[in-house]
């Protein structure tokens, strides 16, 4: 089961319930993501759940992502109200030969 926005559950693939919280504490969907990664990567991730809170492998990988998606979200937000600040809209526009 996964939790929606709202609270509902909502079936899973893999029938497990699965909450998850945006660092607001609003509930959010979970979106089913796969992916290969390195062995190297891998074994980071697996030396850590197993000595840290307990944690799955998805779920370090889901808080790792999710601070990367949250820099760039705070990055974009500061381009685009400093170039807003300073008239400067030809920033916003990509250039002509842009494809």
């Known amino acids: ?3 929606s926005r709202s609270g509902d559950l ?9 909450p998850a919280f945006s660092r ?10 796969r992916m290969k ?14 000595a840290g809170k307990g944690q799955s492998h998805q779920e370090v990988a889901r808080q790792v992502l999710d601070e990367w998606a949250e820099k760039e979200i705070h990055a974009a937000i500061l381009v685009q109200r400093l170039t807003r600040g300073e008239g400067n809209r030809a920033a916003l526009v990509p250039p002509k030969d842009a494809a």
């Not at 990664?37 to 197993?50: G, K, N, Q």
């Open 10 to 18: 909502k079936p899973s693939t893999d029938g497990a319930s699965i």
């Open 37 to 50: 990664i390195t062995e190297r990567t891998h074994s980071v991730l697996d030396a850590f759940t197993r």
């Open 1 to 3: 089961m996964i939790e």
């Open 24 to 33: 607001t504490g609003a509930n959010e969907e979970l979106i089913d993501f």
